[in-house]
């Protein structure tokens, strides 16, 4: 299993979501831990370009994280909302 570590500014933007939606995401990080790279029950794909990175869809948001294999560790990097979320990377 995985750790997880959140960068501020996510958990900023999650705090503005409704508690629906938090429990949502919530859910869906547990699973992350378990298999960041395939699992049947996530939306996961690696990004072009950049090494490492992979996006978890969850509705209209959108996760964008790093897996440190060596430390087995997930770096929840950005989220945010479709389309916007890729233009900081």
Known sequence: MYRVIIHKKVIKFLQ???VSEQ???QSKID????????NNNLD??????????????I???RLVY???ETELVL???TAGSRGNIYKNL
């Open 16 to 18: 503005t979501r409704s």
């Open 23 to 25: 429990r949502l995401i």
């Open 31 to 38: 699973l992350l831990k378990l298999d960041p790279f395939k």
């Open 44 to 57: 996961i794909k690696k990004l072009k370009g950049v090494d490492s990175l992979y996006r978890l869809r």
């Open 59 to 61: 509705g209209k948001i």
């Open 66 to 68: 790093q897996v440190l």
């Open 75 to 77: 770096l929840i990097i």
